[in-house]
């Protein structure tokens, strides 16, 4: 319960660093309203020319009876539109991180400067490396909570329990992953992956799911996912600084991370102590 309150308590402290720097909030709210408007694009676009898709797609039921024509194409128009609709809220935030991945790295760098004093860790990735990484790791995640949604939507059929269990099921699952996705940027300035980012999370699922969780719930409402966003993220970052302060995690060496940095003989330390090659020999 502790930590529940602890994550609700960085969710809200997210909000209100970010309330109290208005500028950096307004800059930062342009990804989301970016991918806001594209999805709005796409759904009615969907919206309006849903029914030539669905008849393209089912030219068998051209020869049937008109009623029962018309109630199968509309039942799937309708499926369709749900389920895009869907798909749309599920990765409203990925997308949203991935688009900007500039704006909320300078975001995050801001809060950690505030929070500490100094100048926030570096990745040593070039930007087009940061944000290639971003979009494959925001793919992984999205193929892990499809691993989630896809039982959990089946057992929404089951009665009673489809109107009880699973959805609670269903938001815990969706916060955990959103604070993943959150927390994204913070440790990817740090190197460590993804897995080892998955396993930090769930040794505090309670902190994991007080964050996310009530997030969730506000970004169903995508005009309030754009609002509150840049807090998100802000928030995020304070969760992040006090997980790795609590778990303390030292990623592998990973000698392909970085193609202008490879250690080499050089890099060892000598045998006798922590001598670098510019010591030289020692008496």
Do not use: K, N
Not at 63 to 86: D, I, Q
Not at 186 to 214: E, T
Request: aromatic content about 10%; some cysteine.
């Amino acid at each position: 319960m502790r930590d529940l309150w602890t994550g609700l308590r960085f969710a809200a402290e997210g909000q209100r660093w970010i309330a109290r720097h208005g500028r950096l909030w307004a800059w930062s709210a342009i990804p989301a309203l970016i991918t806001l408007a594209g999805y709005v694009v796409a759904l009615t676009a969907l919206l309006l020319w849903g029914g030539h898709l669905i008849g393209w797609l089912t030219p068998f039921a051209s020869t049937w009876p008109g009623f029962w024509r018309e109630l199968l194409r509309w039942t799937l128009r309708v499926l369709l539109f749900g389920g895009v609709l869907l798909l749309a809220v599920v990765s409203f935030t990925a997308v949203t991180l991935v688009v900007g991945q500039p704006f909320y790295e300078t975001l995050s760098g801001r809060v950690e400067t505030s929070e500490s004093g100094a100048p926030p860790p570096r990745s040593g990735l070039p930007m087009w490396r940061e944000l290639l990484l971003g979009v494959r790791e925001s793919a992984a995640l999205l193929l892990r909570m499809a691993a989630f949604g896809v039982p959990l939507f089946l057992l929404g059929f089951v009665p009673l329990l489809g109107q009880t269990a699973v959805p609670v099921a269903g938001f815990c699952v969706s916060g955990f992953f959103l604070t993943h996705e959150l927390t994204m940027v913070a440790f990817q300035r740090r190197r460590i992956p993804l897995r080892d980012r998955l396993r930090l999370l769930r040794s505090r699922l309670g902190l994991a799911l007080g964050f996310g969780v009530p997030l969730v719930l506000l970004f169903i409402v995508p005009f309030v996912a754009v609002v509150a966003m840049p807090g998100a993220v802000a928030g995020a970052t304070l969760l992040a600084r006090d997980l790795l302060e609590q778990s303390p995690f030292t990623p592998d060496p990973d000698p392909d991370a970085d193609p202008d940095r490879r250690p080499g003989p050089g890099d060892a330390p000598a045998p006798g102590g922590d001598r670098t090659p510019q010591d030289g020999p020692t008496a």
